[in-house]
């Protein structure tokens, strides 16, 4: 049975999204504010965190912050609508997905299960059976989840991992935010800085010059675009800053 730490001080909303959870097979435990979250998350890592954004002691984005930097623990974060801003420093903060207020708590269930299934732990047949995929300096193991660079493993996000290993299956190919958004997050609509925002931290763990990307591009107009070699020299890289 996964394990889901849900850190919320507002009581209904905890009793609520523990209620769906329950009945959804999960073994589910509540916290009401950030130090204790941080201390349990420590002690006994679950399998999942459902942060809420506003927490007494300590924010939902320092809990975040720390619990990362102990390791890959998934991370939904709750935010209130229209926050944008706090729903990008969220998923730069490490938050592998994020649900706002107010929510269906089926949806929360839904993303819960996404989210777990992709972080999974792969069967011995298909540890044996998916090659590993290569290009450039990067190298991926879709069974195992573990990329390197330089045979220097990368800490990647749950989505980080999941977008590195789209770009590395479809190299060259120009694919707009939409298509990312519905192939690599399951979403039919959604935020598109959800994945500016990946794109972005995906750059500074693989590129050599985050500012001057030669792996992941922007192609204007489109979206992004994969490529392995780097480009020709004299080759005007535009696209290197734009957010879009």
Known sequence: MKRVLVVDDDPTVSEVVAGY???????????????TAVARATAQPPDLVVLDLMLPGMDGLEVCRRI???????VIMLTARGDEEDRILGLEFGAD??????????????RVQSVLRRAGVPTARTA????????????????GRRA?????????????????????RNPGRATSREELMRRVWGWEFGD?????????????KIEDDPARPHLISTVWGVGYRFDAAPPPEGTDERGAHDDR
Not at 97 to 110: A, C, G, M
Request: no cysteine.
């Open 192 to 204: 598109l800085s959800t994945v500016t925002v990946h794109v972005r931290r995906l750059r500074e």
């Open 97 to 110: 997905d994020y649900v706002t207020k107010p929510f269906s708590p089926r949806e929360l269930v839904l």
């Open 128 to 143: 044996r059976s998916e090659p590993w995929l290569r290009a450039g300096p990067l190298s991926l193991d879709p069974a």
């Open 68 to 74: 990362r930097a102990r390791g890959p623990l998934p």
């Open 148 to 168: 390197t660079r330089d045979e220097t493993e990368l800490a990647l996000t749950i989505r980080e991992f999941d977008l590195l290993e789209f770009f590395l």
């Open 21 to 35: 959870l329950d009945r959804a097979g999960f073994a589910v435990e509540t916290i009401a504010d950030g130090p």
